[in-house]
């Protein structure tokens, strides 16, 4: 836990806040805080700062709270995701939430299963939990949005032509490459980045994201799994943006 995360709604008027549970053992068996000493903390979808101790008593841990900046974003990823087998969503929401994705649409593909999108993942808490995490390792406040579409169709008409950014897509048999990419380089560039199942798209659905503008690439000759090619390609995308910022 590199940050410790806060609603909006347990601050009292006076700026502080009595952790118990997860938190408030964290700071006591791992950090082994004491009266005086500060941590990172930050607001949900607020600002970030330090807390300094100023009781411990038991099980729980009171803190004073001093919110210092704004969390920075210039570059701001969207990630339209074939849904995937439950084991390896989990691992991409936490993940993909390090690297800074700001809201998920978990979408159906041809060769997504039906069955995929009653998990338990998708529970409410569970997603959210998993989103906490990943803000939590990547210190950042913003909690991402997460969406599911569970027709192809609808998304692509309805939904797609509503989101602002650059449209990129990953799939193998695609002929350009990421370093074509015509990604801008302002602050505040956003970009769309779409990744099918293990499969990979179809024909169809290929064609229906070229028709609204989206860029397809390839990242050469090895198939990846989709939560490694996920990592990969956000990261890629970040670098390639940082570099044509310069």
């Known amino acids: 836990m590199n940050l410790l995360l806060l609603d909006p709604a347990e601050l009292d008027q006076g700026e502080g806040v009595t952790l118990s549970g997860r938190r408030a053992e964290h700071l006591?068996?791992?950090?082994?805080?004491?009266?005086?000493d500060t941590v990172r903390v930050g607001v949900i979808g607020s600002m970030l700062g330090?807390?300094?101790?100023?009781?411990?008593?038991?099980?729980?841990?009171?803190?004073a709270v001093d919110l210092e900046r704004e969390p920075v974003c210039d570059f701001?990823?969207?990630?339209?995701?074939?849904?995937?087998?439950?084991?390896?969503?989990?691992?991409?929401?936490?993940?993909?939430?390090?690297?800074?994705?700001?809201?998920?649409?978990?979408?159906?593909?041809?060769?997504?299963?039906?069955?995929?999108?009653?998990?338990?993942?998708?529970?409410?808490?569970?997603?959210?939990?998993?989103?906490?995490?990943?803000?939590?390792?990547?210190m950042d406040t913003w909690l991402p949005e997460v969406i599911l579409h569970h027709q192809f169709k609808p998304f692509v008409e309805d939904v797609v032509p509503t989101l602002a950014g650059q449209g990129v897509i990953a799939h193998p048999g695609a002929d350009g490459s990421m370093a074509e990419l015509s990604l801008g380089?302002?602050?505040?560039?956003?970009?769309?980045?779409?990744?099918?199942?293990?499969?990979?798209?179809?024909?169809?659905?290929?064609?229906?994201?070229?028709?609204?503008?989206?860029?397809?690439f390839t990242m050469g000759s090895r198939i990846l799994h989709v939560d490694t090619a996920v990592v990969s390609l956000l990261a890629q995308l970040q670098l390639l943006y940082d570099l044509r910022k310069r």
């Open 28 to 36: 006591l068996r791992v950090l082994k805080v004491e009266a005086g």
């Open 50 to 63: 330090r807390g300094r101790v100023t009781a411990v008593a038991g099980e729980t841990v009171r803190l």
């Open 185 to 216: 380089s302002r602050s505040g560039q956003r970009v769309l980045l779409a990744v099918g199942p293990e499969g990979g798209w179809s024909d169809y659905e290929l064609g229906q994201f070229s028709d609204r503008g989206f860029h397809g």
């Open 76 to 138: 701001h990823i969207e990630l339209i995701l074939a849904l995937p087998r439950p084991i390896m969503l989990q691992r991409i929401l936490k993940q993909a939430t390090v690297l800074g994705v700001r809201r998920f649409h978990l979408i159906r593909s041809r060769r997504v299963e039906k069955s995929f999108f009653h998990s338990p993942v998708l529970a409410p808490a569970k997603i959210r939990a998993l989103l906490l995490e990943g803000m939590e390792q990547a």
